[in-house]
């Protein structure tokens, strides 16, 4: 079965950090791509950062110079390192990745930034 699990999300005023984090199970992930996805009330879901199986990343551009993704394969864990934050980051972040024939998603988290 797999299993994606974010965390990290929160409070934080403009201009300030916050790293999430998805723990995955189930997968092969270090053959994974993983993905971030948000989605702000009212709007699509978005894809914001990719990284593949061999550490190539790609970012949106409305986060390029601030966002990282990284991944650790000894933790089964992706990463997203949030700085410079703005009220227009505000939404619910979702890993995801595809697996044999499936995509899968974890539940989200909550990402509020204050201005």
């Known amino acids: 079965q797999v299993l994606l699990v974010e965390s990290g999300g929160g409070l934080v005023q403009a201009g300030g950090s916050l790293r999430l984090s998805c723990a995955a199970s189930?997968?092969?992930?270090?053959?994974?791509?993983m993905r971030w996805y948000r989605q702000a009330p009212g709007k699509q879901r978005e894809l914001v950062a990719a990284?593949?199986?061999?550490?190539?990343?790609d970012y949106t551009d409305s986060v390029k110079g601030r966002f990282t993704i990284s991944r650790d394969n000894s933790k089964d864990t992706v990463y997203l390192q949030m700085n410079c934050l703005s009220p227009e980051d505000t939404a619910v972040y979702y890993c995801?990745?595809?697996?044999?024939?499936?995509?899968?998603w974890g539940q989200g988290t909550q990402v509020t930034v204050s201005s």
């Open positions: 995801n990745t595809d697996y044999e024939l499936g995509s899968y």
């Open positions: 189930g997968i092969i992930f270090r053959l994974n791509t």
């Open positions: 990284i593949t199986r061999y550490g190539t990343t």
